[in-house]
């Protein structure tokens, strides 16, 4: 494990968050939906990588982007939008360890249930969300296995966007961090053990799926 710290004062995402979006605005479902799920892991302060399914911007901007795509497609871990029917992949998505929690919406439902941050401190599953000890590769209700699938060198090569509040840190000199391949307890976690009890921290924060879709523009994604 390799670990530069995201600032002095922040705790990297224990556990390794990829968000599939597109900047395209083809599908417009797809793109303010994109948004929408930046907008609230960047809102929570997750520390996670950006997987644009755009090609030509991935291809431009020298990203391994389409490598991760194309192997979560091949892998069968992809889900394909029911609203098409010409094999469209559903965008955007969201995978913690390996297993796909959803799209925006699916976010939103996760942090109202108070499931959200312990998906992303390993302590439940994402697939089940039954408890689970941080340091299982493998869920004891449901059998889902968990695994990282950014590989380190692509991280340590800037050839993929881990992102920060809305910020690329790995444009940032001495700002990175590689989410752990193997599974460890976290003795520092100062997660609260009560799922019953909602977390208090962002509910001054806006609401995340109540953004108009015009008050975005194309312009507002292609400069991360």
Not at 63 to 90: C, Y
Not at 127 to 149: W, Y
Request: proline letters at 3%; hydrophobic letters at 35%; a negative charge.
């Amino acid at each position: 494990m390799y670990e530069k710290g995201i600032g002095s004062d922040v705790q990297a995402t224990p556990a390794e968050v990829v968000l599939i979006h597109t900047s395209l605005s083809g599908i417009r479902r797809h793109f303010y939906g994109s948004l929408r799920a930046k907008q609230f892991l960047d809102v929570k302060g997750v520390v996670y990588y950006q997987i644009d399914a755009n090609r030509d911007f991935s291809i431009a901007a020298n990203l391994g982007d389409s490598e991760i795509f194309d192997n979560l497609k091949n892998e069968g871990l992809l889900k394909m939008d029911p609203l098409e029917s010409d094999g469209t992949v559903l965008l955007p998505q969201i995978f913690v360890d390996g297993v796909c929690i959803g799209n925006d919406v699916s976010l939103q439902d996760l942090e109202e249930d108070n499931d959200f941050d312990w998906i992303i401190n390993r302590r439940a599953c994402g697939a089940c969300l039954s408890d689970k000890e941080e340091d299982m590769e493998v869920c004891p209700n449901c059998n889902q296995v968990f695994k990282t699938i950014v590989p380190p060198e692509l991280v340590y090569s800037g050839g993929i966007q881990q992102m920060y509040r809305g910020n690329n840190t790995a444009a940032q000199e001495g700002v990175l961090f590689e989410h752990p391949t193997n599974f460890v307890k976290n003795n520092n976690s100062n997660l609260n053990l009560n799922r019953n009890e909602r977390y208090g921290d962002y509910q001054d924060e806006e609401e995340y799926d109540n953004i108009a879709e015009e008050e975005y523009s194309e312009l507002d994604i292609k400069d991360d």
